[in-house]
């Protein structure tokens, strides 16, 4: 199979859309993929072919304060930029969405999300909110934004910047996002998470235990998990195509 890569502006959102040469304008099953905390959509490229690589149209954005969106210190609190990086996903995946949809460049309405770190956390929001995707994957990201947002309190009482009281209010809108508190959510869908025990950016802990507590539920049923042993926080190349064959097999392609 031929890919290509095409660089699109969607609305204000900059992405690149992976797709197959010969069917690029024909229904594909659709994922949108989110890049990590201080990346851009180029280095998920190869993420993105992997997925690709199944006929499965994949979109790239550039998340806010990322890659062509980056601006010179867009707070004095990087935690809160953070933060504010995830609701700028969240406020511009529905465009995204849309943009494609409406064109009928949807195959049978099937339609995944995935994302690494910072976009596994967007993953794991969306998730919350948009019954209409098929499946999704979590790669080292996280589902418990509480106990992010509790490590960001600790962090900001010892550098002095800012009360927590502060950050827990301004952060408020993330409860409504929060999968951890809302497992139901899942709703039987295909999601596949995988995770490095050594990440010490997001703990391995915290993420395999919100597995085990619902896997055999009726809702968690469909879940699966992998362990990197002695992994870092750094996607190897068999983890994006897992993620592919993931997808192929949530879309039975």
Known sequence: MTLIIRKRTIQHIPILEVVSKEFMNEPLPLVIYYHGWQTKKELALTAGKKIANHNIRVILPDSMY?????????????????????QYNLSEFPLIKDFYFKRNLVKDDLFGVAGFSMGGMTTSAILTHYPEVRAASILMGATDFNHFISRTESYLK????????EIR??????????????????????LYFWHGTEDQKLPYQNIHQ???DHKE????????????????????????????IFFAEAFDL
């Open 66 to 86: 990322h890659g062509v969106r980056k601006v010179e210190q867009p707070s004095l609190i990087p935690s809160f930029t953070f933060w504010s990086t995830i």
């Open 158 to 165: 010892q550098e002095n910047q800012n009360s927590s009281f």
């Open 169 to 190: 209010d301004l952060l408020s809108w993330t409860q409504k996002y929060d999968l951890n508190q809302m497992p139901e959510k899942i709703a039987g869908r295909p």
């Open 210 to 212: 919100f597995y085990l």
């Open 217 to 244: 539920t009726d809702y968690g049923q469909n879940m699966s998990f992998d362990t990197g042993i002695n992994e870092p926080h750094i996607l190897q190349i068999n983890t994006m195509e897992k993620t592919g």
